[in-house]
């Protein structure tokens, strides 16, 4: 029950990002495809990675990274930053842009946790938080990512 309880939970988050995300394409806002749109969902989750940080992380070759950054900065969704200790080195920073489109998922989740926080007590919601933050920091290893920051 739990497991499918959880999965339900995560799908429908999904697809209401994705439902979103078809809105916006038909009205022509969105230009992100979701190969790109995984990449800067692991972006922002890695808090401006250098591009070697970023392949090593997707397991694919630094060109082939390099080839997805690139298109992503020509779209203005990520910009490179010269690193001032390591001048041959470059972080990326997801922008304005990025953030604006990111908001349709994190809206939602803020949304959600409103009604939350309106349905069940204080203490079920401190019990809740001590539970997902366990379920983040100790039983997800294999996704070893800096501490995430809620929406923006």
Known sequence: ML????????????????????????????????????????????????????????????????YKINSLVKKGYIRKVQSPEDRREYHLEVTQKYIDYYNISSAYITEVMDRIRHRFSPEDCSKLEEMISIVSRELMPEVQIPELQGPV
């Not at 990002?17 to 022509?28: G, W």
């Not at 230009?31 to 392949?55: H, W």
């Open 3 to 66: 497991d499918q309880a959880f999965f339900n939970v995560y799908t429908k988050f999904k697809l209401h990002f994705y439902q979103e995300i078809f809105r916006r394409f038909q009205d022509r806002e969105a230009s992100l495809t979701t190969v790109e749109t995984f990449a800067m969902e692991t972006i922002q989750a890695l808090g401006r990675p250098t591009i070697n940080e970023f392949a090593t992380f997707m397991r694919i070759s630094p060109p082939n990274a390099a």
